[in-house]
């Protein structure tokens, strides 16, 4: 979101007139991170008072220094505005009706290059080949940040486009969770650290997470319970319960479990919406 900042130019004051300046409220917006944290603000300054006693431009300045940081990494729990409103248009928890779990996306893909540009997208430049949705042998570095043009996510060779629409949190959160695809199932895996030879459920969506700037540590199954908002997120929307969780974003599910998967694959994946998630709780972060 872009600021713009507003401002009023005072009156000219009559010569030889008395005028006593007040103080000048910062009315800036307290700054949000990336999961809608709210980072803390300061006072604004008030301008300075020229000689005949008028006041400076009366935009406020945003504070720095030890005013306050917007941390990335802030946990989203509170926002500083109200949320965008939750809809089932952008990320629907079930299936649509006529959407199919074998589906195979044929449109255009493109890929963010390492200075920002978006061009198209051709596999044969990545450093190892991504079969069935396992990466073997690529480094971090090299795996691709896929997109795909509207609000949609889609599966690329096993890997996750995310949609051009969406949020810039929403997008890094798709990209880094694409660089644990394939790893094994790990029971406790991720939990100790973000960084690990394999991931259990929870471990995999607090990686996703912790790389769209949502998390600061990794959280079990049953901790996802009380996590965020309750409710289904206009992008993403973590379904859990004591035994298990996964990660609903833009349309696609991230998830360790081969259920409603054609693949049968075990191990954190990109697998299709579930037709029903009866026995989960549902919550999502705050703005997103």
């Not at 969506?205 to 996802?224: N, R």
């Amino acid at each position: 979101m872009r600021l713009r900042h507003v401002g009023s130019v005072g009156s000219a004051l009559l010569a030889f007139a008395l005028f006593a300046p007040s103080a000048l409220a910062d009315s800036t917006p307290a700054g949000t991170t990336a999961g809608g944290a709210t980072a803390p603000t300061g006072t604004g300054a008030t301008g300075p008072t020229g000689a005949s006693g008028s006041t400076g431009a009366a935009t406020p300045t945003i504070p720095t220094g030890g005013t306050g940081t917007t941390g990335a990494s802030t946990q989203a729990l509170t926002p500083a505005l109200s949320p965008a409103p939750v809809t089932d248009t952008l990320s629907p928890i079930v299936l649509g009706k006529d959407e199919s779990v074998n589906y195979v996306y044929r449109g255009p893909v493109y890929v963010e290059t390492s200075t920002g540009a978006v061009e198209p997208y051709v596999p044969h430049t990545m450093v190892a080949s991504v079969s069935g949705g396992t990466i073997a042998g690529v480094l971090t570095s090299s795996v691709p940040h896929l997109l795909v043009p509207g609000t949609r996510a889609e599966i690329i060779h096993g890997l996750a486009a995310a949609p051009e629409d969406a949020p810039a949190a929403v997008k890094h959160l798709i990209w880094t969770a694409n660089q644990i695809i394939g790893r094994p199932y790990v029971f406790g895996g991720g939990h100790k650290t973000f960084v690990s030879s394999g991931y259990d459920c929870s471990g995999t969506v607090s990686y996703a997470l912790h790389g769209g700037h949502m998390l600061k540590t990794p959280l079990d199954s049953s901790q996802f319970m009380g996590w965020g908002r309750a409710g289904q997120g206009q992008w993403l929307t973590v379904l859990t319960n004591p035994g298990h969780a996964y990660l609903d974003v833009a349309g696609l599910r991230l998830d360790t479990s081969a259920a409603d998967d054609p693949t049968n694959q075990q191990g954190p994946r990109w697998r299709p919406l579930r037709p029903g998630n009866a026995g989960y709780t549902v919550r999502h972060p705050a703005g997103f």
